[in-house]
C-alpha cells in the first residue's frame, strides 16, 4: 500500500509570512498533484509535477517534486488569508489509482 | 462550480440502512471516480468507472457498490450502513480513463449515520 504523510498537520501563521508544507513516501510516484480544498466544497486542483526535481510555481505557489519522486514540496510566499484552506497531495500510482496523504490544514490570519 | 453535481448534499440515516449517492460528471467527462473523507482516514479512493465500465477499485467495502449509467452518471450505493460510514463522499470526473489528469471534484455529500 502506497502512503504519502504530510506534514505539518495544522499550521496557522500571520499574513505576510511565508510557509512551506510536505508531502513524503516510501514510494515511487508517476506523478504527484496538490489540490486545495476549502470547507464544503471538493478539493480542486493546483498542480501537477511529473519529472524528478521539477519546480512548478503558480504565483505565490511554488511546487517541487523530489529528484526520486517520492516526495513533494509546497512553499507559499507572503501568505494571504485567502490562502487559507486545506492542502491536499496525492500521488499517482503505476495502477493509475491517486494515492492521497490526509492533508494540511492552512490558516492565514489578517 | 467544477461542473460536477452530486445529490444530495446531505444525508441522515440510522444504521442498517440503505442510500444511493448520485453524480453527474461534467460535460464530455467519461470517467467517474468516488472518494471518501472522514477525519482519520483522508480522502480515500474507492472505485472509478470508465464510461459504463468498471476500471479501478480502491478500499471499497463489500457493502458498498457502485454503478455508471449509460448517460454516464453515476450512483454509490451504500447498504447495512454502520456508525463509521459518516463521511463526505466525493464524485470527481475526468475526461481520461488513467494517468495524470486532472479530476474534477464535486461538492460532495455528508453522510451522517445515526
Known amino acids: 500500500t502506497q502512503l504519502l504523510e504530510q506534514s505539518p498537520q495544522f499550521l496557522s501563521i500571520q499574513e505576510g509570512e511565508n510557509l512551506t508544507v510536505y508531502c513524503n513516501s516510501s514510494?515511487?510516484?508517476?506523478?504527484l498533484q496538490w489540490y486545495r480544498q476549502e470547507p464544503g466544497e471538493g478539493p480542486v486542483l493546483l498542480v501537477t509535477?511529473?519529472?524528478?526535481?521539477e519546480v512548478k510555481k503558480l504565483k505565490r505557489l511554488t511546487f517541487q517534486f523530489g529528484d526520486a519522486r517520492k516526495d513533494s514540496s509546497l512553499h507559499i510566499t507572503a501568505a494571504q488569508p485567502g490562502d487559507t484552506g486545506l492542502y491536499l497531495c496525492?500521488?499517482?500510482?503505476?495502477?493509475?489509482?491517486?494515492?492521497f496523504g490526509k492533508g494540511t490544514l492552512l490558516t492565514v490570519n489578517p | 462550480d467544477s461542473g460536477v453535481t452530486q445529490t444530495p448534499k446531505h444525508l441522515i440515516t440510522a444504521t442498517g440502512q440503505r442510500v444511493t449517492l448520485r453524480c453527474s460528471p461534467r460535460?464530455?467527462?467519461?470517467?467517474v471516480y468516488w472518494y471518501q473523507q472522514s477525519l482519520d482516514q483522508g480522502l480515500q479512493f474507492l472505485i472509478q468507472?470508465?464510461?459504463?465500465?468498471?476500471?479501478a477499485k480502491g478500499n471499497i467495502l463489500e457493502r458498498f457498490s457502485a454503478q455508471q449509467f449509460p448517460d454516464l452518471h453515476s450512483e454509490l450505493n451504500l447498504s447495512s450502513l454502520e456508525l463509521g460510514d459518516s463521511a463526505l463522499y466525493f464524485c470527481?470526473?475526468?475526461?481520461?480513463?488513467?494517468?495524470?489528469?486532472?479530476?474534477?471534484f464535486g461538492p460532495g455529500t455528508r453522510l451522517t449515520v445515526l
Open positions: 470527481a470526473s475526468s475526461v481520461y480513463a488513467g494517468g495524470p489528469g486532472e479530476q474534477f
Open positions: 514510494s515511487v510516484f508517476s506523478s
Open positions: 509535477v511529473v519529472t524528478g526535481g
Open positions: 496525492a500521488g499517482l500510482g503505476s495502477n493509475y489509482k491517486l494515492t
Open positions: 460535460s464530455g467527462d467519461l470517467s
Open positions: 468507472y470508465y464510461n459504463g465500465e468498471e476500471r
